[in-house]
């Protein structure tokens, strides 16, 4: 199987929540790396096209987008903000 992340994701098994459209959804992130993560959810989702990951107890919080999923699994890709002109 080729590898086509740019950074190596790491396991971890940590609490997080996805929000998006006034919602607030429990997730758990599954593994990690500097431009993404996967999370596991409790049952089907329609996500908007970017949202928000939030890791509460590392006070951690990034802008996402899908990128792939399966069944309760979803990849996210970190979303770089635009610098505002």
Excluded: Y
Excluded at 2 to 17: I, P, S, Y
Aim: proline letters at 4%; one cysteine or more; glycine letters at 8%.
């Amino acid at each position: 199987m080729n590898e086509k992340r740019a950074a190596q994701r790491h396991r971890v098994f940590k609490g997080g929540t996805i929000t998006f459209e006034g919602r607030n959804l429990a997730c758990t992130v599954r593994n990690m790396s500097t431009g993404g993560a996967a999370i596991d959810i409790d049952g089907p989702l329609a996500l908007p096209p970017s949202f928000k990951l939030s890791i509460e107890r590392d006070r951690f919080v990034r802008n996402c987008r899908a990128v792939w999923r399966s069944d309760k699994r979803i990849g996210l890709a970190f979303v770089q903000e635009s610098a505002a002109m």
